[in-house]
């Protein structure tokens, strides 16, 4: 069990800032749970997006899951400077898309940990984010 | 929605598909819509209503091309539902006809890609895949390491995908690819995004497609080549944020579902089949969920020539998005077109022999949460 105390929202310039805490190292996600229908959402809504309730739980997801496909890019936009390496992650209910730390891509199912990572750089500077690293089996 | 008059289309026109740098959508719009006014005689006068379909056509795409042709005054809306844009625009056409609102309208659907550079098609809708660097080919490579993972298919099933869909666009007039590619020209094209070659999908293409429905009443008077429209739906993604299959688009089941419903027919029915092909997985993941083969069973329905044109089912006879390339918002009325000349037998070196029942299928939508943000499906017959 990490210790979520050590948890904080990452620089406000990180992609995607609002939607994942880090204690600088391991990332953690936050999400809503629907009490209605059980629905989870990622990024945390408001409003259930399955049945219009407002009645949603704000919970933290832990920092490991499962791939659940991956690719390596070899054309994208720019500030990614390809090839870069995608991955659909399984968290705690949620399915996301994140930057992969490795240059291959990971086998359907392999365990993965949720990391604080530079996914790509533009004229401002790098680009910090959420991202995954291959985990330990 | 089933219930209502019967509607025909009894024209339809293709601005060859390809690079026309100078062009603009309207423009291609206009030619294409120009053919069919001259193709099926029709007075603009007595259209009741346009559509057309467009991603990146701009403002007022319908009245800039419709106007040209002398269908001004007239309601006409531009349409956008991605990759069924065009689709989209002969769906509404389909409904204002069906309704008995309208006794003739018409549907077309223009874009011009190359305006905007090369590579990747741009995604302009600002969400957090996107802002994590995703795009199609990547969208569309994970769902094909996934199926090959899943159900024993390999990249070498890909291809044969490609190999098919080139043969068949050899001799399409309005294709942006009319030459065959060999297995090895697809295994050493580059890679875009594993496993996904170059020759795996489809190219970023420009060009125009347009379609004229009726009423039984104006067919007759038009006295042209016709066929009904047995069945036209579109439907949306499910969105979710949850653990989903990614070898299963739900939403190419669902509309498929809705048409054999409304036309009466099923996938056993079909001599054609018209696929959204943008990538060679994707015929083995709509083929699937259209009911032409079973689960997971695909690839090898394509590697036995069960979907050859002389197979058990053509699929995309004309060459399909990978030789007739993707002006988005045209694929759908162009396969419509397409189907229509089958129907018709007009389709020359593409004809499929016999053909009677023909289904098309465009599905597409980069937003995150859904594994296309808009399907279409239409199922034609002569019958």
């Avoid at chain 2, 007075?43 to 106007?67: K, N, T, W």
């Avoid at chain 2, 809306?77 to 006794?103: K, M, P, R, Y």
């Avoid at chain 2, 996934?146 to 024993?152: E, M």
């Avoid at chain 2, 050859?308 to 009325?333: M, Q």
């Amino acid at each position: 069990m990490q210790q979520l105390s050590n948890f904080a929202p990452p620089p406000s310039s990180a992609v995607g800032a609002e939607h994942f805490l880090t204690d600088g190292s391991r990332v953690v996600l936050r999400v809503t749970r629907c009490s209605a229908c059980e629905s989870s959402w990622f990024p945390a809504r408001a409003q259930c997006s399955n049945c219009a309730s407002t009645d949603l739980r704000e919970e933290l997801t832990s920092s490991s899951g499962i791939a659940y496909a991956s690719t390596v890019v070899q054309v994208g936009p720019r500030q990614f400077h390809a090839p870069y390496t995608l991955a659909y992650v399984d968290v705690d209910g949620v399915r996301l898309l994140a930057h992969l730390t490795s240059a291959d891509a990971l086998a359907p199912g392999a365990p993965v940990d949720l990391v604080l990572a530079q996914i790509g750089a533009d004229d401002d500077g790098p680009l910090l984010s959420y991202a995954v690293a291959e985990g330990a089996r | 929605m089933s219930a209502g008059r019967e509607v025909f289309v009894v024209g339809a026109a293709v601005h060859p598909f390809g690079k026309h740098r100078e062009t603009p959508a309207d423009q291609l719009g206009y030619l294409a819509v120009s053919d069919l006014i001259a193709t099926t005689g029709v007075d603009p006068a007595r259209v009741d209503v346009g559509f057309g379909g467009s991603v990146y056509g701009g403002s007022l795409l319908a009245q800039r091309v419709l106007q040209r042709v002398g269908i001004s005054g007239q309601p006409v809306f531009t349409i956008e539902n991605a990759c069924a844009s065009g689709a989209s625009a002969v769906h509404l056409a389909w409904q204002s006809v069906v309704s008995g609102a309208a006794d003739c309208a018409i549907a077309f659907g223009a874009e011009n890609l190359s305006s905007l550079g090369g590579g990747t098609l741009p995604l302009t809708t600002a969400d957090l895949e996107i802002d994590q660097g995703m795009v199609m080919p990547a969208a569309y490579a994970m769902r094909a390491q996934r199926y090959l993972n899943d159900w024993g298919a390999t990249v070498d099933d890909l291809t044969s995908v490609s190999v098919k869909n080139r043969a068949n666009g050899v001799d399409n007039p309005r294709a942006h690819f009319q030459s065959p590619v060999s297995r090895d020209d697809v295994e050493n094209s580059r890679q875009i995004a594993d496993p996904l070659r170059l020759m795996h999908c489809c190219p970023n293409s420009d060009g125009a497609a347009a379609v004229l429905l009726c009423s039984e009443e104006v067919a007759e008077q038009l006295n042209g080549p016709r066929v009904r429209v047995a069945a036209s739906v579109v439907r949306s993604g499910r969105f979710s944020t949850g653990y989903r299959d990614m070898t299963w688009p739900d939403i190419t089941e669902r509309t498929a579902a809705a048409a054999y419903a409304q036309s009466g027919y099923g996938p056993e029915d079909l001599d054609l089949v018209e696929l959204h092909d943008a990538f060679a997985v994707a015929e083995l993941l709509h083929s699937e969920a259209l009911g032409i083969a079973e689960r997971g069973k695909a690839h090898a329905e394509v590697t036995t020539g069960q979907f050859d044109r002389d197979g058990r089912v053509a699929v995309s006879p004309s060459g399909g998005l990978l030789s007739r390339g993707h002006p988005v918002g045209a694929t759908g009325v162009a396969q419509i077109c397409e189907t229509y000349w089958q129907l018709t037998g007009q389709a020359g070196a593409l004809q499929v022999r016999d053909a009677q029942i023909g289904l098309t299928h465009v599905t597409g939508g980069g937003i995150f949460g859904v594994d296309n943000g808009a399907c279409s499906v239409h199922i034609l017959t002569n019958l």
